[in-house]
């Protein structure tokens, strides 16, 4: 037998295992079968898995149109892989649209993200073809961009696809108002102009002040946000690092200074955990801890003319001003991004009310 043939034989004799493996999972009860459904759909890869599974097998597609499974879907993985290309989901019977339907809250995002780029598309097209539409040249904000007959048709249908009898746009409006609660700060940036688009797209008569109001608050809130706050990737991770550094430093200085352990332990004992999670205001409150700690020490290196050590103590007195100053600066951020959040939601809803 040829290499070639032998490794066709090897191949067959896998499928075959692989497909009876299959077979015995799919004999088991419905209900342990959902359970392994959602536990396959929970994971980071979930979506990409469940995808795989309803391809290959004929029992567990009957679970495409199970809430529970639908819910429960991770989209993880894909999201460093989306580089803006929201249009890709913008299929109505595919899974993204299922699950957001569903209630996924992740995938209610990523589809009101295809549905504001398809909206930008027809925004941008007919603002083309009728120079005269004020609201969408005013707010309208993007270049304007040549699309293929197919291309609009194909936003159009799904965009229509979700409004009834293709004039009331209400879940439309609903999946951007949950894409407004629930997506971070970035995606609401990235999605800037494609917002301004689908509000002007299905915007409200008479509603001029509100969406004056959201508009400056959009404005505000994107403006804020490109703040250089972040000196690394995560400011609490960077928050937690400096902090540790800094009293693990003041630990060995007191050591130095023949200080009694008992007045420095609490250097090691308020140390952070390194985590994404931290508070900033736990970092805070543990540096009003620590800084009286390292102000004694200053006081004993002086009293002993230890100029060495009082040199150190002075960067590290000077280092947790830094950090203070540092923390205080990134809460207010924080309280600022968190209340024009729920300015732009309200004034978003108050745009689309009665």
Excluded: W
Excluded at 78 to 107: I, M, Q
Excluded at 144 to 152: F, K, P, Q, V, W
Excluded at 240 to 263: H, I, P, R, S, W
Aim: charged share 25%; aromatic share 8%; hydrophobic share 45%.
């Amino acid at each position: 037998m040829s290499m070639a043939g032998k490794e066709e034989t090897d191949l067959g004799c896998l499928t075959s295992k692989a497909m009876a493996s299959l077979h015995g999972i799919e004999q088991l009860p419905e209900d342990g079968l959902r359970e392994i459904m959602i536990r396959v759909a929970s994971q980071p890869q979930g979506a990409s898995d469940l995808a795989r599974t309803f391809a290959v097998s004929t029992m567990f597609r009957n679970f495409f149109e199970d809430s529970d499974v639908l819910r429960s879907v991770s989209f993880e993985d894909l999201f460093p892989r989306l580089d803006g290309k929201y249009e890709l989901f913008s299929e109505v019977g595919g899974l993204v649209a299922r699950c957001a339907r569903a209630g996924n809250l992740n995938a209610r995002v990523i589809l009101a993200k295809a549905v504001m780029v398809s909206a930008s598309k027809l925004c941008k097209a007919r603002t083309a073809a009728h120079s005269d539409m004020s609201l969408e040249d005013r707010y309208s904000t993007l270049p304007a961009e040549h699309y293929n007959i197919d291309d609009l048709d194909k936003a159009s249908r799904f965009l229509d696809h979700f409004s009834a009898q293709n004039t009331d746009p209400k879940e439309l409006i609903d999946l951007v108002r949950d894409f407004l609660s629930l997506a971070t700060v970035r995606d609401v940036v990235e999605m800037r102009h494609h917002l301004i688009d689908f509000i002007a797209l299905y915007h409200v008569p008479g509603k001029k002040q509100q969406l004056e109001i959201f508009l400056v608050t959009l404005d505000r809130l994107c403006e804020k946000n490109a703040f250089p706050l972040e000196l690394t990737s995560d400011p609490r991770t960077f928050l937690a690092e400096k902090f540790n550094e800094l009293c693990k430093t003041g630990y060995n200085m007191m050591k130095n200074v023949g200080l009694d352990e008992e007045q420095f332990r609490p250097l090691l004992e308020n140390l952070v955990q390194i985590s994404e999670d931290v508070e900033f205001e736990t970092v805070l409150m543990r540096l009003d801890v620590v800084e009286p700690i390292f102000k004694q020490g200053g006081l004993v290196a002086a009293a002993q003319g230890n100029n060495e050590v009082l040199l150190v103590n002075r960067g590290v007195l000077c280092i947790a001003a830094m950090l203070r100053g540092y923390l205080m600066l990134v809460i207010d951020h924080d309280v600022f991004i968190q209340k024009a959040r729920e300015l732009l939601s309200s004034s978003y809803s108050a745009v689309y009310s009665l």
